[in-house]
Each structure stands twice: as C-alpha cells, then as structure tokens.
C-alpha cells in the first residue's frame, strides 16, 4: 500500500511538472500563470511579459505619507465663524509627498526647460510658464528688490517658489512626471540623453508608452517576446520602471499629511508587531500634541520657534538680536523641524495649492473614502474615427477630450452622467456659486482650496483644519505648493505582505 502511494505521488508530481512546465530548464520566464500553467515571458509560448516586479520605487523628493482613519475638518475653535470644515471620519490612501515646497531653483529648472524646448516656435507657453513676480507689489510697502530678485536670484534658490497660480503648478506636476520618468528609461539603458528636445519631440510619458515617441533608442530597449513583434519595444507601465504622475494634493491628504498623526501611535506596526490602532492625541499643529509654537524641550533649543508666521500685527520677524523665526518672508524650505511623516513647513512659511474645488459644506455628503471635490472626466486616450490613436499635437502631448453625455449614458452612477461633477450635490441650483459670481459671491468652480498658514499669517491658520480659497488663474507672495504621488499597491510599502499578515506570497513578485 505505501509503494503504491508513493508512486501515485510521484506520478501527480511527475504530471504537474508537465502541466506547468515549471522545470528550470524547460522554463525562460519568471513564473507561472496560476489559470493556464503557461510560461510567462517565454516566446515559444505566445510571449506573454510579466516582470520581476519588487514594488514601486520611490520618486525624487519623495516620503511615503502611510494612510489611514482621521478626524478631517476644524477640530480646534472656529474663530472665523465660517463653519466651513464640518469636522466627520474619512479615509486617505497611502501615498508619497515632496518633504519640502517647490523651491525658486526647483521651478526656475522648469521655466528653463520650457524656453529651451518651446522659445522658438511658442513663446507664449514658455510666458504662460512663468511666476508672477509682481505679486509682491504693494502700494504702501517697498517690495521692489524682491520683484526683481526673489525668483532670479541665487540667494533665494532654495527659498519656495510663490506667485504661481493653481494651473502652472498642475503644469508643473506634469512636465516633472516625464522628466522623472524618461531620466528612469536613460538610467536602465532603455533611451539614450536627448538634450535636444524642441516642439512635438519632447518626451512625455504618454507619447512613449501609446507608440508615439521613439528618441533615441538606449542599448538595453526592452526585448519584444510576441513571437510576431518586431524585436525591441517601448516599455509600458506593465513593465514596472515607470512611476504615476506627481499632482498636487487632494485636501483631505494634505490635512492628513501635516497632521503627522503616525508620531502619536504609541506602537507603530513593525516586522515584529503588529501596532496599536490607536491615536493617543490630537494635534493642534502639525509638530506634535503640544498647544505651541515654541520647542518645548529643556535644551539649546528651547524657546526656538516651529514655524515661520507672524506672531502679532507688525511682527514679522522679532527683534535685533533675538529674531523669533529668523524670516521675514518665506524662509529655505529645509527650516524648521519636519513632522513625523517628515515633511518640512507643513505649517507656516507659504500657504499651498490644492487640487480641490472650494465649496464651504465640501464634504458633509460625498464619499468619506478618498473625499475629494474636482472630478472632470476625460478620456485618457483620444480616439480617432478609424478607432485609431490620435497623433501627438504640437508640443508633443496626446491631446485629452472631456467625456460626453453619450460616453456616460450607460453609467449607473448619476454623478458620473456629466463629466464635470465639481458641482456635485452643492445646491448651486439655489445658491449663487455659478450664477452670481463677482457679486454675491467669490465662490465659483474655479475656486481652489489653499491649506496652511504663511510667512504673513497668524497662528491660527497653521492648524491643518483651517481652509481658504483663492480662484485657480490667481497666484500670491504669500502661496506655494508641493507635490504628490499615488501609492500603488500595499498600502504600507511591503510588498511581500501586502495586507493579509497571514496571506501566501504571490510568485509572480519573486
């Protein structure tokens, strides 16, 4: 009985090896489809190309802000008497942030990239790329020497950038996201340096994973396993080198961000346990439990100022000898203490875009997962008649269309039947939001959240809570932003364990 079960075993075994072809000799690829037993990544059997994926790389200037529960909204005293951030429980998806705003150097690299690429034949989109300097005009101050030198000059380079309105920092985002992404593909050898790069031959991320953009072929061009291909291939975002695009926070992540509540869990996950769910205190601003603005502990620091904010009326900077904040203005991005995500000005020093449209009562009705109001969906592909992709436009863009009513008509979700949702559940049919904006009202779908205080606002506005608007083609001394990326995949960067503490390890990611 026992010889007759061994050999049904080594049978089973013997027939599972043939099925699967998993043999190292036998197999080219990387793993196994669990559904058909066939190789991946072996032309011999359709080529189908599945990477050795280990998880998403970290972007320039990037920390990963892990998600979570919170308590969204003003959770401190409303002094306004705005009541427009109605304290409720949300959720935010992990994702990554710049440690610090986006610096003059930082910017200045872009406007430059612009000119060199587009001078020639479009001057106005390099106009359009520039900060409003004149923003620091004045009539009864004398702000001359920083129109004229705060953005252009070496002294300020790593101060943030101001002036900027909410679409050139969107802008902004995008023309990073390619540059991030081509330095990827010269880095792996997949595309050599282009440094000549002018009009529709700018590399952006779009042209080169839909076809449309070949620059010059690295020696390490991804091999092409479909038996039919033609040999070498453009990578795709299958593939694992390409990161998402960097965009501007959502303000439910930029209040989650700077409350820094991951430094008030007593027992953060580790490998060794599990954590405590639990927030032992709130924060009244990003640094810490402590209602202050001071450093409190009994060193040489103590009394040091945590943020740059203007203690009192006239009182920018302190006094001769004793300057609270050391800033007048914005002070270098790298000042201060960062929180416990490790963000740096997360409270005072420029207020910061975000990517959501301002309405007072935002979030009382929608979505408490990811909340977010500013939805305006497009097609990310242009299709043409022929149900081919359409050709790249002049400045080397794949041009985007906003769905219409007969792309939605199948949708079952109403919000979802206009592509322009900014609106959604606001009440604008009874209000004056759309209709009498300019009289009644600042408030229209142009309307942008800002977030945080600045070098020339009191304490107050330094609680992550606390909210304001400007309109998006508006730009301020007094406002910046930074960056973000999506987090793909296991929400607490591991991806080996994924979210079941307990679950098997996917052999396609070993």
């Not at 920092?169 to 990073?176: G, L, S, T």
């Not at 506005?461 to 730009?475: D, K």
């Amino acid at each position: 009985m026992k010889r007759t079960l061994i050999g049904v075993s080594l049978l089973c075994i013997g027939a599972a090896t043939i099925l699967s072809a998993c043999s190292s000799k036998k197999s080219t690829g990387t793993g196994v489809s669990s559904k058909t037993g066939w190789n991946y990544n072996d032309p011999k059997l359709g080529g189908f190309d599945v990477p050795n994926f280990t998880g998403q790389k970290l972007g320039p200037g990037l920390v990963l802000v892990e998600g979570g529960r919170f308590t969204m909204g003003m959770t401190e005293e409303d002094l306004t008497g705005e009541r427009n951030n109605i304290p409720r429980t949300v959720s935010v998806s992990s994702f990554y942030m710049d440690e610090t705003e986006v610096s003059n150097v930082d910017y200045r690299e872009y406007t430059y990239w612009m000119n060199r690429t587009y001078a020639s034949d479009y001057p106005e989109v390099v106009a359009k790329s520039m900060p409003d300097e004149t923003v620091w005009r004045q009539a009864l101050s004398y702000n001359e020497p920083l129109v004229q030198y705060y953005f252009r000059t070496a002294a300020y380079n790593n101060y943030p950038v101001v002036g900027v309105n909410w679409s050139q920092a969107n802008d902004y985002c995008k023309w990073r996201s390619d540059r991030v992404n081509e330095y990827i593909l010269i880095k792996n050898g997949q595309l050599k340096k282009n440094p000549n790069q002018v009009n529709e031959d700018e590399f952006s991320t779009e042209t080169y994973v839909n076809g449309q953009y070949d620059g010059a072929a690295g020696t390490h061009k991804k091999k092409d396993l479909d038996p039919g291909g033609s040999g070498k291939r453009n990578s795709t975002y299958a593939d694992g080198y390409l990161l998402p695009n960097y965009r501007l926070p959502t303000e439910a992540e930029w209040e989650y961000a700077a409350l820094g509540l991951i430094g008030n869990n007593p027992e953060p996950a580790t490998r060794r346990r599990r954590g405590e769910e639990v927030i032992t205190e709130r924060n009244t601003y990003p640094w810490g439990a402590k209602n202050t603005t001071r450093y409190g502990l009994r060193n040489e620091y103590q009394g040091e100022f945590l943020g740059n904010f203007k203690r009192g009326e006239g009182d920018n900077m302190g006094i001769a000898g004793a300057l609270n904040d050391n800033a007048d203005i914005p002070a270098p991005v790298y000042s201060y203490q960062p929180n416990a995500f490790g963000l740096y000005n997360m409270a005072g020093n420029v207020s910061e875009w975000t990517l959501d449209t301002y309405r007072p009562t935002s979030h009382q009705d929608v979505n408490d997962f990811r909340p977010f109001r500013g939805n305006i969906y497009t097609a990310y592909k242009r299709v043409a008649e022929d149900n081919s992709l359409e050709d790249k436009d002049s400045l080397g863009h794949l041009p985007v269309r906003t769905l219409t009513p007969d792309d939605l008509a199948n949708n079952n979700r109403v919000e979802n039947r206009n592509a322009d949702v900014r609106g959604f559940e606001d009440g604008d049919s009874t209000s004056n939001y759309v209709y009498n904006f300019g009289n009644s009202t600042l408030v229209n779908d142009d309307a942008k959240v800002i977030k945080g205080a600045s070098w020339n606002d009191r304490a107050y506005y330094m609680s992550p809570g606390t909210r304001r608007f400007m309109q998006a083609n508006q730009a301020s001394a007094t406002v910046g932003f930074r960056c973000v990326m999506d987090r793909l995949g296991s929400p607490d960067g591991n991806e080996e364990r994924g979210g079941n503490y307990f679950g098997k390890e996917s052999k396609h990611t070993k």
